[in-house]
């Protein structure tokens, strides 16, 4: 019994004056979570007037696939806020707050061929109220450990684990060009009905036919990717996609004129698909509980 005692003792203590690194922390990967040959970048882009957009790239540099859960994400909720830090550049190099969405997502693997990539984005404008006028007096500086010890991670060889926006910085948006000619022709081409900017979505108007047959879909998801490509040069490669069979219908159900379409059944009849090209996935026929189905596809090529 004494024995018990003294090596319960024993433990206390050194749990009492052992340093936080020799604890066990649940927000640090440890040697039993190995990391996943990911490879991460970071990226300042301003897409419009003194806006700032973190834009993160994780890259398979193993040579088998990778599965990547999107609860593990660098800007998904939680994480979005343990890697980055952003620091005023005044003397004392002062840290600033960061407002992050509380909420948590849901757990989903995404396989990554060599050499595929995923890819997200951080708003810093609204994560950092004070943002603007923290440019205009200091500037800022943005951070983080390579590989960042929250995350599952390694860096990219050579990433640069810092980025500053100098004092004064007057947020002249990113130049990008683009072909017009190339870009209308690419939305005829797609049935581009409209975009929505904030949301990184299209609504494409696509035959029925189309969405049932899978070939047809995939042929018609790289056409969409070329165009994203071209004529959506501030975006990710994480965009959505939905398809409705009556373009007079198109838009998200939160739409005040959908709301009416959806109680009588019509908005739900026309929207015959929906693609995320972050998880890869393409819901086929959402509404009807006979011909919906869920696959995955891919617009790496």
């Known amino acids: 019994m004494e024995t018990r005692l ?46 700032y957009v973190l834009h993160i790239h994780l890259a398979n540099i193993s040579g088998e696939t990778v599965k990547v859960d999107v609860h593990d994400l660098p800007w998904s909720p939680p994480n979005d806020s343990r890697w980055l830090v952003v620091s005023r550049l005044d003397r004392d190099k002062s840290p600033l707050q960061q407002l992050a969405p509380k909420w948590d997502i849901g757990s989903q693997k995404v396989p990554l061929l060599p ?44 990433a640069p684990q810092s980025i500053t926006i100098p004092k004064g910085d007057p947020g002249t948006p990113d130049l990008n060009r683009t072909d017009a000619d190339a870009c ?45 490509r071209q004529c959506q040069p501030s975006w990710t490669n994480s965009w959505a996609v939905n398809f409705f069979s009556d373009a007079k219908f198109a838009g998200f159900l939160s739409d005040m004129k959908n709301e009416r379409y959806f109680e009588e059944g019509l ?35």
């Open 6 to 51: 003294f090596a319960l003792m024993i433990i206390l203590l050194y749990l009492w004056v052992a340093p936080p690194s020799a604890l066990c922390n649940s927000e640090t990967i440890t040697d039993e979570d190995p990391r996943l040959p990911l490879a991460m970048k970071v990226f300042l882009k301003k897409p419009h007037t003194r806006q």
């Open 115 to 158: 050499g595929e990539s995923i890819q997200g984005e951080l708003a810093l404008n609204p994560r950092i109220p004070s943002l603007l006028q923290e440019i205009e007096k200091y500037g800022i500086l943005l951070h983080w450990d390579c590989p960042p010890p929250s995350l599952k991670f390694v860096c990219a060889q050579d």
């Open 184 to 228: 209308h022709q690419l939305e005829k081409t797609i049935g581009l009905i409209d975009v929505s900017e904030d949301h990184q979505a299209l609504f494409l108007h696509t035959q029925e036919h189309v969405i049932a047959d899978l070939p047809k879909v995939q042929s018609l998801l790289y056409q969409v990717d070329d165009y994203v």
């Open 267 to 301: 908005w739900q009849k026309a929207n015959i698909g929906q693609y995320s090209s972050q998880i890869r996935t393409l819901y086929r026929f959402p509404w009807s509980k006979k011909r919906s189905d869920t696959v995955y596809l891919s617009v790496y090529r």
